[in-house]
């Protein structure tokens, strides 16, 4: 399911616009990158939990090539299911 699927999905659900569910898609994403920007886990009830993940420089090989190269220092993030979500997949 791709964020345009998602969104007529929710939209027949709630009764609203497709327009104004994708803009609550991209204010929802917008609000949990901010807060794992400033290093806040987000935690959504039964869904899930949101967590900045900060990998430390290493090094790594091109695939390709073979050839040695620095990864930097970046900030990646962990997706946790909540409990909610792993009954809801695992009901059967």
């Given at each position: 399911?791709?964020?345009?699927e998602l969104a007529k999905e929710v939209a027949s659900r709630m009764s609203l616009t497709v327009t104004q569910t994708l803009c609550f898609i991209d204010t929802m994403n917008e609000v949990i990158g901010e807060s794992i920007t400033h290093d806040e886990p987000v935690l959504i009830q039964n869904f899930g939990h949101y967590?900045?993940?900060?990998?430390t420089?290493?090094?790594?090989?091109?695939?390709r090539t073979g050839k040695i190269c620095p990864?930097?220092?970046?900030v990646s993030v962990k997706f946790?299911?909540?409990k909610g979500l792993?009954?809801?997949i695992n009901k059967e």
């Open positions: 399911m791709n964020k345009l967590t900045p993940w900060k990998q420089e290493r090094i790594g090989r091109n695939p990864i930097r220092q970046r946790k299911p909540g792993i009954e809801k």
